[in-house]
């Protein structure tokens, strides 16, 4: 058997969108009850994932609804990597292009 330790590069890479924006972190509880909610910043987008910016002092869940400011959806989360302030999330399903296309139209009309 070979042990490799080296991961495979990513099959496809998703073109990266500025959002800037703020959002919701949807903690999800006992029977996908979602009562507890903490802001956010959504720094950046993809149709895979973002770039939150937290509070560092705020323990992160392991997955979670993100909820775009403005835009009443919520779109399941897993966290990828937490760097102080800094939480790169990948999101359950791809977003469909018209929604991300949306949400960049409403971040740049405000």
């Known amino acids: 058997m070979h042990l490799d330790t080296e991961h495979p590069k990513p099959e496809r890479a998703y ?24 802001r956010c910043l959504i720094r950046t987008i993809t149709l895979a994932g973002a770039l939150l910016e ?10 979670f609804f993100l909820e775009i400011l403005g835009i009443h959806d919520e779109i399941g989360a897993t966290m990828v990597k937490r760097e102080g302030e800094w939480v790169t999330v990948s999101f359950n ?15 740049f009309e405000t």
């Open 93 to 107: 399903m791809l977003l469909n292009p018209e929604f991300l296309h949306h949400a960049l139209r409403l971040s």
């Open 15 to 38: 073109r990266e969108f500025n959002l800037d924006r703020p959002g919701n972190i949807i903690f999800v509880g006992h029977h996908l009850s979602t009562g507890t909610q903490v």
């Open 54 to 63: 937290v509070s560092p002092n705020l323990e992160m869940p392991s997955h």
